[in-house]
């Protein structure tokens, strides 16, 4: 309840940013507070099935050549090297007290009531929509969190609705979570692990194509005020090419859970609308 408390205090204090308008043309901000158990989902994808998750003309990028893996990708390539030349892949989770775009609450987790919700796919390719400055094609933006999808809409950003049903395991049993994409479903059944850390603060950047012709980059800033690790199993449904990707994975890595500090996802129009 504190950590809920301190989290909507937060989000208040961003309704007085000067200078934004909620849903400006050209650029967005996004902030989420007080993580709720966000986590990222990294695999390596076969560069055929890889081909057919990005728009025709991209150029994908090679595991060995991306920076920023988790550990257990970077084992894998070392020793077995025919993976470097696999396409990683990122499915984020994230799970937060609260929400709000250019300072303006759009979404809060009610006491008794799930987080909010956003969810991020990406693919590693080489200058994304003409973006250099970009490292990842963002597939997807998935979110149930109010009425930021309206905001995005105005804004000309596209996104998906997604749900994300949870079980939290009584003790000694394992918590359970299912989650929707589009052809492909997620079950997860495990158990946080360890002792928790102090967390680190990491950014990725996107090229994403939106709504009225638009195209965007994105910024995505996650800093977290503690980590756990989790342990168990992912069962992987569905014949998308994403689904497809994660299932011939040498490796699924689920990462660690993620509580407070905050994420922010900035969104500046690069391409003029044409429509």
Not at 130 to 136: F, S, V
Not at 150 to 179: F, H, K, P, Y
Not at 246 to 256: D, E, M, N, Q, Y
Request: hydrophobic share 40%; aromatic share 8%.
């Amino acid at each position: 309840m504190r950590r809920l408390v301190a989290g909507l205090v937060l989000l208040g204090a961003l309704g007085t940013l000067p200078g934004r308008v909620a849903a400006q043309a050209n650029e967005q901000l996004w902030r989420f507070v007080d993580a709720r158990g966000g986590f990222c989902l990294w695999y390596l994808g076969d560069p055929e099935i890889a081909g057919a998750m990005v728009p025709a003309g991209t150029t994908l990028r090679e595991a060995s050549a991306t920076e920023g893996l988790p550990d257990i990708l970077v084992r894998i390539i070392q020793d077995e090297p025919r993976f470097g030349a696999w396409i990683p892949g990122v499915v984020c989770v994230g799970r937060f007290a609260a929400v709000a775009a250019d300072g303006v609450p759009a979404a809060r987790m009610e006491e008794g009531s799930s987080p909010v919700l956003v969810t991020l796919a990406a693919v590693a390719t080489r200058s994304p929509f003409g973006r250099e400055a970009a490292g990842w094609l963002l597939d997807e933006i998935g979110l149930d969190a109010g009425r930021l999808d309206r905001t995005a809409s105005e804004g000309w950003i596209r996104s998906v609705g997604r749900e994300m049903r949870v079980r939290n395991g009584l003790e000694g049993e394992d918590d359970q979570w299912e989650l929707g994409l589009d052809g492909l479903r997620l079950y997860w059944q495990g158990h946080p692990g360890g002792e928790d850390r102090v967390g680190s603060t990491r950014s990725m950047s996107f090229g994403y194509a939106g709504n009225r012709n638009s195209v965007w980059m994105v910024e995505a800033r996650m800093a977290p005020e503690r980590v756990q690790p989790q342990f168990g199993s992912l069962r992987v449904e569905g014949k998308s090419p994403l689904a497809q990707a994660l299932k011939s994975s040498p490796i699924r890595s689920v990462g660690a859970l993620e509580f407070g500090g905050e994420m922010t996802i900035s969104f500046t129009r690069v391409v003029p609308n044409d429509s």
